[in-house]
């Protein structure tokens, strides 16, 4: 891997899959720059860990609904380190509930975060990569996003149109150098599954031929891979590579 001294910015990097990223990344000697919205302790612990590491870590609590917010992050990030060279977009939400029973606001939060979120976030780094002629963008999507799951129809809807986020942004950023892939877990074993019933797990999992949870540490380990511009080829882009355990099979 070679991502040392290189700055990547990763949302939700306080906890779950966007914790684990952080910490890969500081491992393999990035600067990154985290941001987070509610857990301040959380946040300046995955700071802690990863400041033990080879590279560097830096909390930032921004609020990914304010356009105006998300664009002061990234300037303030960029002049500081000269430059931007990935992003993860990896901070989401689940309210999950059938569409019978789901309420207005629980379709607008999981859009908002999981999907438009996205767009704000993007947006204000892509002016930075298309001047450097140069750039990875990891998307953190779902197997919800692909196959749809019961329950999931905002989930799903955010992460499905994410995909397409995905392969439309790499469309229009290929000629410039840049790269935008999506990963695609499967169950993760975060926070999110807490208060599942045993009965669901042992349903959800005799769904997948690994017959096991995705663990945090193996998306970050694609995710830093897609990021790598030595390991990862630049002719892969507008991908959303499947890691489910054969769940989608």
Known sequence: ????????????????????????????????????????????????????LSGSATAYKVDSGNGEEVKTFVRSVAVQHGTVDGLVNSAGIRMDRTLLYMDDDEWDKVIDVDLTGVYRMTKAVIPYMLKAKKGRIVNIGSISGISGLSGQTNYSAAKAGLHGFTKALAKETASFGITVNAVAPGPVETEMLKGLSEEYLERLLSNIPAKRLCSPEEVAMLVCFLLDDQMSPSYLTGQVLSLDGGMGL
Do not use: P
């Not at 891997?1 to 966007?18: A, C, E, P, Q, Y």
């Not at 890969?24 to 400041?51: C, I, M, P």
């Open 1 to 52: 891997m070679s991502l040392k001294k290189h700055t990547v910015l990763v949302t939700g990097g306080s906890r779950g899959i966007g914790r684990a990223i952080v910490l890969e990344l500081a491992r393999q000697g990035a600067n990154v720059a985290f941001t987070y919205q509610k857990e301040d302790a959380s946040a300046h612990r995955t700071e802690e860990l990863a400041w033990g």
